[in-house]
């Protein structure tokens, strides 16, 4: 027990029952106003005691209560740690053409409609000799056209391509380049490590880009100094508005909450009670509800010095 006046200690109190509490009351009859906590036990041995004990919730209670409030806010929608990021399809195989390679798929383009061609008029009822002497190709390369069914191709393919879809999980997975390397190499990998490099790069370029990670502690705290009721300092970072617009909310919240305390102004007081059904931040509502609970020790908490 403190006296509000000298601030000094009058007594350690052993117990926080409520019949603990009514017996030391009823040995200090001169007891007129008692500053608490939210305590439930402590309000109602001194509304039983005596009706003209005037109850005043501690500030710091509030404050802190406040204080958890928004931080479980801030933590809720701005998490300690990424969750694992979205696992993204692996697109078609990576191709950066050279102009050779380019070249040969258009000759091998050429070659695929000329072959079209032969087999057409051939089904026309045109002979292999004039068919020969209209497109200037033997009669041998006539006769193997007549036999091809799909469009020709001479790409080669690397014998490590099979290790990309391995090499793109681990991409996924944050692993670096290194570890990349010693994963496919106990895979069976013997390629060279510029090999794998240039697969690696490849495979990045098809991984969803990171998410961008905001430390809720930062937001919390620069918050909290801007609802500063003396010294604000700071301001909203535009990238914490893009990821959750309503922080612009919870912040005026919580700037108008502290400067009411400060300013000992009750006239905002009913509104704030009233935001118990603001559904858009469930921890301020618990907050709210608290606070009406314990309504008149709140309010002369508000009011008097």
Known sequence: MVDLRTHQPIDLFSGRTEEATKAWLKNHPCIQVASRDGSRAY?????ETSEQII????????LKGLFEAVKEEIYLHFPAKLANPPITPRSPPFSSKRKSERVREENEAKRWKVIQQVQERREGGESIMGLSRAFHLSRGTIYQ???IKHPPSHQRGSKYDSYRAQVHD????GKKA?????ICQQSGYTGSRSTLNTMIAEER?????????????KVFNQLWKMS?????TGHIEEAWKASWPPIQDLSRFLIAFRQMLAQADISPFDSFLGLEHYVLFPAVQRFIRGLKKDRQGVYNAVLLP
Do not use: N, S
Request: hydrophobic share 40%; charged share 20%; glycine share 4%.
């Open 145 to 147: 056209y007549l036999t």
């Open 205 to 217: 370029k098809r991984v969803a880009p990171p998410m961008l990670f905001i430390k809720p502690g």
């Open 170 to 173: 681990l991409i996924q997975q």
């Open 178 to 182: 290194q570890e990349i390397e010693v």
């Open 55 to 62: 109850q005043v919730t501690d500030r710091w209670h509030i």
């Open 228 to 232: 500063h009721p003396g010294t604000p």
């Open 43 to 47: 309000a109602r041995a001194l509304r």
